[in-house]
């Protein structure tokens, strides 16, 4: 039977404990992970580096872009304030109140027994659209107020078909003091102002009903 011995058996025995050596395996370990983070940092120091150039050149384009964008919005606000200036012309334009057929219309209606004294009228500026019309003078006849009367009920139904709504109403009606020759007779007289009012859109717009709670 063969003897066999194995004389390095003790260099090779601390050769294997160094290949163990937990402290050694730990260095090997930490020299992986900061190699894998190196690489990870510059991965991330490329990828910053191109987000730069990137932001630089949007900079550059949008200090090209800048002036033209600025000229632009100056023009369009040029064109907006000119268009809401033709927008108001038109407005005005087209909502213009016209008195020479409201004045034409008065003295057609106006009789031969009644002489107008005074004729103002104005467009109140209240938010409502309308017209006010007031009308001093004298009736004459053998019953002035009458007269005077017939003369408020016709200028009402004369404007009520042109305007959504029309009154016609007394300010003062009085007596008067003196006697006028009508006809070849001596009639007595009254003196009266009217105040006519015409509305060119509905005063009392349509309330909207409250819905009920349940």
């Not at 402290?23 to 940092?41: E, Q, R």
Request: glycine residues 4%.
């Amino acid at each position: 039977m063969a003897l066999h011995l194995n004389l390095f058996h003790e260099i090779q025995k601390t050769k294997a404990l160094k290949r163990r050596d937990p402290l050694k395996i730990s260095f090997y370990g930490l020299a992986a992970i900061a190699i894998a983070f190196a690489g990870y940092y510059f991965l991330q120091l490329l990828q910053m580096r191109t987000l730069v150039e990137e932001l630089d050149k949007k900079k550059a384009d949008y200090d090209k872009l800048a002036p033209i964008a600025k000229t632009s919005k100056k023009r369009d606000d040029d064109l907006a304030l000119k268009v809401k200036a033709t927008d108001d012309l038109i407005q005005r334009i087209e909502g213009r109140f016209y008195w020479a057929p409201v004045l034409e219309k008065i003295m057609t209606v106006v009789p031969r027994d009644v002489q107008v004294i005074r004729l103002s009228a104005d467009l109140p500026n209240d938010g409502v659209q309308r017209c006010a019309v007031s009308i001093d003078g004298l009736s004459a006849g053998s019953d002035p107020r009458k007269v005077a009367e017939q003369l408020r009920t016709a200028l009402a139904d004369t404007f009520k078909p042109k305007f959504k709504k029309v009154t016609s109403t007394f300010r003062t009606l009085e007596d008067g003091t003196e006697m006028v020759v009508l006809d070849g007779k001596q009639v007595p007289t009254a003196t009266f102002a009217i105040a006519l009012q015409l509305y060119v859109t509905d005063p009392t717009p349509e309330k909207t009903p409250t819905r009920l709670r349940r």
